[in-house]
């Protein structure tokens, strides 16, 4: 199992026991609730999605930056019940981790630039993937349990 995989399967039984009011609550209104915050992972594991494929492929990839909270607002996670919001997080990590456990060792070393940054190595970034899913599952849990 990867460790994003490890990730989904030890926060998913936790993350179905968070009610459907304390998944919407907004702790401000410019503060994204636990859905929201889920649904920024579903829309970064999409983008990351192909981020990784096209950098397995080729490397130098240039690939355009996302504007998050539009794409939050625009995925209307707020709206859609808490349950749909998990289910579509764990099929989008779980193909992602199929992903990167499928990336040629050789593909690593290719790099990417995401929205004009400085090139990052496909390695870091799926590297970093993980990372990120733990630091926002961190504000799922404050805004869950606040």
Known sequence: MSALS?????HLPRLQAVSEERAAHKPAP??????????HLIDSGVNNYACFMH??????VELPD???????????YQERPWAEVLALWEAVQLQVARV???VPPESLGHTVSIG???PISLDALTTGYVRHQ?????????RAEG
Do not use: C
Request: net charge negative.
């Open 134 to 142: 733990l630091h926002h599952l961190a504000q799922v849990w404050e």
């Open 30 to 39: 410019e503060v994204w609730s636990a859905k929201q915050v889920l649904g």
């Open 6 to 10: 490890d990730v989904v399967q030890q």
């Open 100 to 102: 990167i456990a499928n």
């Open 116 to 118: 004009g940054d400085e």
């Open 66 to 76: 996302y504007a998050q909270d539009d794409w939050v607002r625009l995925g209307g």
């Open 55 to 60: 950098a397995s492929l080729k490397s130098h």
